[in-house]
T-cell receptor, first 112, second 112 residues
Framework: AQSVTQPDIHITVSEGASLELRCNYSYGATPYLFWYVQSPGQGLQLLLKYFSGDTLVQGIKGFEAEFKRSQSSFNLRKPSVHWSDAAEYFCAVGARDYKLSFGAGTTVTVRA | EPEVTQTPSHQVTQMGQEVILRCVPISNHLYFYWYRQILGQKVEFLVSFYNNEISEKSEIFDDQFSVERPDGSNFTLKIRSTKLEDSAMYFC??????????FGPGTRLLVL
């Protein structure tokens, strides 16, 4: 069965600074990988996804993620964080049965 | 931009009561899902639904749970006799192809 680990429970970053959120997955075959964001009181919004091909994927809101098979990682990055990026971020892996397995989430706080 | 909607946003019920959570998926989507997130825990898969039948369900999805697509637009989750441990945020998701799921804002269920 697939699983996801997000090692960082909480990250605080200054506005304008860069952000990197870590995600490690466990799955025997090539996974489908996703990052979702949840703002307070909101649902899960899809930021980006990786299925195959180019290992660097671009998403919405200026986010990107890089798939590294050798490290079983799919880290999310943003070069310059805005106060509106404060939210909880979830990495998820999907398998052939398409049910998603989520990580525990990383809460991002943005300080002025 | 089309989105998944869920009603109600919050529901409080007494233990042993039946609840029905409603979802309106994105109109051209064919695959439907329910997930839940108990406070402080990971988002967990409950069930997937395609072609008017359950395609996959987790061990959480026991006989107390059922899903239905009563008409062309709604997708419901019924919990027959709620327990305290059913208190959670319930997310509906839909997808046009099974790989990429779009989530609704969730229904927060509190069982007293």
């Amino acid at each position: 069965a697939q699983s996801v680990t997000q090692p960082d429970i909480h990250i605080t970053v200054s506005e304008g600074a860069s952000l990197e959120l870590r995600c490690n997955y466990s799955y025997g075959a090539t996974p489908y990988l996703f990052w979702y964001v949840q703002s307070p009181g909101q649902g899960l919004q899809l930021l980006l996804k990786y299925f195959s091909g180019d290992t660097l994927v671009q998403g919405i809101k200026g986010f990107e993620a890089e798939f590294k098979r050798s490290q079983s990682s799919f880290n999310l990055r943003k070069p310059s964080v805005h106060w509106s990026d404060a939210a909880e971020y979830f990495c998820a892996v999907g398998a052939r049965d398409y049910k998603l397995s989520f990580g525990a989430g990383t809460t991002v706080t943005v300080r002025a | 931009e089309p989105e998944v909607t869920q009603t109600p946003s919050h529901q409080v019920t007494q233990m042993g009561q039946e609840v029905i959570l409603r979802c309106v998926p994105i109109s051209n989507h064919l695959y439907f899902y329910w997930y839940r997130q108990i406070l402080g825990q990971k988002v967990e898969f409950l069930v997937s639904f395609y072609n008017n039948e359950i395609s996959e369900k987790s061990e959480i999805f026991d006989d107390q749970f059922s899903v239905e697509r009563p008409d062309g637009s709604n997708f419901t989750l019924k919990i027959r006799s709620t327990k305290l441990e059913d208190s959670a945020m319930y997310f509906c998701a839909s997808s046009e192809s099974p790989e990429t799921q779009y989530f609704g804002p969730g229904t927060r269920l509190l069982v007293l």
